[in-house]
């Protein structure tokens, strides 16, 4: 395969780790929140 | 940030990633050499370092406002953003290195001024934590922490954007990658819509970010029995 393509395709893996680790610490630290106002 | 903004910022970034590797390398045979493909990571390193830059500004702008107002909030503020900055600074790094290896064929070369400024530039801001980690006193830490990250902002400018254009017969980096000496933007169509929409990514993933991790610091805070 490419090797431009092998990059590319590793590189959107990292970016799509990033972001789902980000989306659940999003979810955590809100959950957090709203047991720090209850 | 709304859930929109981060479909869009997924979609953006994921659309940057594909359109920097399936299109033509923004490399310019005039000025360049080495492997066409190396220069794709321009796409990334110049956002990295970007992003670095604007949150030791922000961080600057937090540590003035703590000092005019005594508020921790904005010490918090101040301290996230260095530590967003440093981490964005060492990917920087770390991309521009691979780039190095792949066209000057040396990971690291000391005689190259942007390579020395950038680890000046870890060097300072690792003793920024090393300072807010020797003292215990919330207040005093904070006011330290103010003055110095101030100070290194200001050093920071200077190691960016100063220093590289003072001696830059030490540089072997691409001077006229972004804007020429007329601040006209040298790069084609294409390699512009790329460029910028990574530059958009970038700063979005870093609010993102930041926001976030303000949020953790606030929520530590609040949790620990003296409020510290």
């Given amino acids: 395969m490419n090797a431009n393509i092998v990059v590319m395709i590793v590189t959107l893996i990292i970016w799509l780790g990033v972001f789902l680790y980000l989306l659940s610490l999003d979810r955590k630290v809100r959950k957090l929140e709203r047991g720090h106002e209850n | ?228």
């Fill in chain 2, 1 to 228: 940030m709304k859930m929109v903004w981060k479909i869009l910022l997924f979609l953006v970034m994921t659309a940057v990633i594909i359109g920097a590797f399936v299109t033509a390398s923004p490399m310019n045979p005039a000025i360049s050499v080495g492997s066409p493909d190396a220069y794709r990571i321009f796409y990334f390193h110049v956002p990295q370092a970007w992003v670095a830059s604007l949150s030791f500004l922000v961080a600057m702008f937090y540590s003035i406002r703590y000092l005019q107002t005594r508020r921790m909030a904005f010490d918090i503020r101040a301290a996230v953003a260095n530590r967003l900055g440093l981490f964005f600074a060492v990917i920087a790094t770390v991309t521009g290195s691979i780039f190095a290896k792949m066209t000057w064929g040396e990971f690291w070369n000391w005689s190259e001024i942007r390579e020395v400024s950038i680890f000046l530039l870890m060097v300072i801001y690792g003793a920024y934590f090393a300072l807010r980690s020797a003292v215990a006193d919330p207040d005093k830490r904070a006011s330290l922490s103010a003055v110095t990250s101030i100070l290194f902002a200001m050093a920071a400018i200077f190691l960016i954007f100063v220093l590289p254009r003072m001696y830059a017969e030490f540089s072997q980096h691409p001077s006229d990658s972004v804007v020429d000496e007329e601040g006209q933007i040298t790069m084609g169509r294409t390699v512009a819509l790329i460029f910028f929409s990574s530059l958009a990514a970038f700063t979005a993933l870093y609010v993102w970010m930041y926001r976030l991790t303000i949020r953790v610091d606030e929520t530590g805070h609040n949790r620990t029995p003296e409020g510290d």
